[in-house]
């Protein structure tokens, strides 16, 4: 991380002072879901402030809570890592930490400071009090050490259902701070872990578990997103009952967010499993796999990321502006080709039948390294339904009208003269003539053709489908399901051509398709049928 920011500032003065000797910094991510591009901001900053002091980060994956964790996702999130470049000094799991745990807890029991409690669930709550009021203490406050320890240990046993009892933290129910208010350290839940399979039948709670993970490992800056915030000082108050070695401290910086999308795993999870997308790596999610899949780079998502800095405040930013990103990263790096999406024959009437010429272009007009190819040019040709008029209509409209010539990219002039109609009334084909003279279209000064458009020669063109993509949520109104809140026009498919530039197409090849956009080969594409997803337009329709 190049720029400076609030965290990288404290970084320095730990160092300067003597504080740490290294930075050691973590990323947690709880496995119940995919990483989303709000996870880049938490990842970046971990890594890279590590990295920029030599120091070094850990994935710590918080499977604390058995319920909604899956190996699936642990996976995932190790590769979506690694896809953004970056390499963890370890891999670990909170769950590796859980005799530890047990035994802090049970280190607090014995210190006077943890007790089992009996309440229910919403027993707890409704004694918590507010923000107003004070809580009120729990009958079960003043049981003894001995009781805590025999009553504890039986959880553990499994003598007791799912949320019978807990096991809190003794610490002052009129704490201003509602998190102090006695917090629940470890629940009962009879379910089988992921890892430890049903070696456990307790659970600790995240505000315990974490500052531990972080203190045993050495954790020097813990970095979070602001909704801890107010957590941090129940966060100390662990390390320091707990007397634990090392001890680490919490730092919060805002969410980032981004405008018709969605920031939170579980709406995107809902999304999943409603099925209102593909999958998480439906090209429109805002997961970092679907970003991935719809053609985005590592490095234009980590640009982007970091150009919202880091502060502490939360952020909603415009989802072109990681268009932008993306255009600047690839537009000297992908080949410019022709592709037409909607297609319209045009007959060359004054070209001979069944003679293919080939004409050479150049694959990126800005880039000469890329080289040059062949682009076939025939009788038959595709051009876009949207580049013909019947008559042109004013004077700013520069591509094909019946007595109007254009150029044809790397080509011809054409000039369209009769129209050929379906029996439904619609276009069938136009009908046009080429004028030899313009080969490769240019030398010619005194001649303007109205515009230049692309095309793709019929024979030789490649059938393919071109995935194009909107926003993925367009209603602004929170309170209805986030599955109702679906753009329905978020994703069309269209059914056109590319020149046959070349035989074989990898998964992710980055082109730029002439006058239209950037795209990128989906992972269901085949040489015989070529998908295609729009990564984004050409321009930004931000003003
Ligand atoms: P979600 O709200 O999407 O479920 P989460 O915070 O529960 O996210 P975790 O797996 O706990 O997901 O997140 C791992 C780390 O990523 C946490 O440290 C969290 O602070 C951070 N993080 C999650 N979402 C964002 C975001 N939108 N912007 C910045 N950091 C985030
Ligand atoms: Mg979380």
Request: net charge negative.
């Amino acid at each position: 991380m190049e720029e400076s920011n609030f965290i990288k500032t404290i970084m320095e003065k730990d160092l300067a002072s003597g504080k740490v000797k290294e930075i050691v910094t973590r990323f947690p991510p709880e496995p119940n879901a995919y990483l989303h591009i709000g996870h880049a901001r938490a990842i970046i900053t971990d890594f890279e402030l590590a990295e920029s002091f030599g120091g070094k980060t850990n994935l710590r994956f918080d499977d604390t809570n058995p319920a909604k964790e899956d190996s699936e996702f642990v996976d995932a999130i190790i590769k979506d890592i690694e896809w953004l470049g970056y390499h963890p000094a370890k891999v670990l799991f909170g769950s590796d930490y859980f005799d530890e745990t047990y035994n802090l807890a049970i280190k607090l029991i014995k210190k006077g400071l943890a007790y089992v409690c009996d309440l229910s669930q919403e027993e707890i709550s409704k004694y918590r009090g507010d923000l107003v009021n004070p809580g009120i203490n729990s009958p079960y406050r003043d049981r003894t050490v001995e009781e805590n320890l025999k009553l504890f240990e039986e959880m553990r046993e499994g003598k007791y259902a799912d949320g019978e009892k807990v096991l809190r933290a003794k610490i002052d129910m009129a704490h201003p701070n509602i998190n102090m208010r006695d917090p629940v350290l470890y629940r009962i839940l009879h379910m089988h872990h992921h890892r430890q399979g049903d070696k456990w039948c307790i659970y600790p709670m995240y505000d315990f578990a974490h500052p531990i993970q972080d203190a045993l490992e050495g954790i020097t800056h813990s970095c979070c997103s602001l909704e801890y915030d107010n957590h941090r000082i129940l966060y100390d108050w662990v390390v320091e009952k707990c007397e634990m070695k090392h001890v680490p401290h919490q730092y919060e910086f805002g969410r980032l967010n981004i405008t018709n999308t969605i920031m939170s795993k579980r709406y995107l999870r809902e999304l999943v499993n409603s099925g209102k997308v593909i999958g998480y790596d439906d090209p429109r999610m805002p997961t970092l796999v679907g970003l991935k899949r719809r053609g985005y780079t590592a490095s234009s998502i980590k640009d982007f990321v970091k150009s919202t800095g880091l502060s502490r405040i939360n952020s909603t930013i415009d989802g072109e502006l990681l268009e932008q990103f993306l255009r600047e990263d690839i537009k000297l790096k992908v080949n410019r080709l022709m592709a037409v999406k909607d297609p319209l024959l045009v007959v060359i009437d004054n070209y001979e039948d069944g003679k293919i010429e080939y004409v050479t272009a150049e694959n990126n007009a800005e880039n000469e390294e890329l080289g040059t190819r062949q682009v076939a040019f025939g009788k038959n040709i595709y051009i876009e339904k949207e580049d013909f008029v019947l008559e042109k209509p004013n004077k700013h409209y520069k591509r094909l009208a019946l007595g109007i010539e254009v150029r044809l990219y790397h080509a011809y002039f054409i000039k369209a003269n009769s129209v050929e109609y379906n029996e439904d009334g619609s276009i069938k084909c136009v009908h046009a003539t080429y004028d030899v003279a313009t080969k490769s279209g240019s030398g010619f000064t005194d001649r303007k053709p109205n515009g230049t458009i692309q095309f793709v020669e019929a024979s030789t063109a490649r059938c393919a489908t071109f995935n194009l993509f909107d926003v993925l949520i367009n209603d602004p109104d929170e309170e209805k399901p986030i599955t109702e809140r679906v753009n329905k026009d978020s994703w069309i498919k269209m059914e056109g051509f590319i020149e046959n530039c070349k035989e074989h197409f990898d998964e992710l090849e980055r082109f730029q398709f002439i006058r239209d956009g950037y795209y990128a080969v989906d992972k269901d594409s085949t040489d015989e049928h070529l998908v295609f997803n729009r990564i984004c337009p050409l321009k930004s329709s931000i003003k």
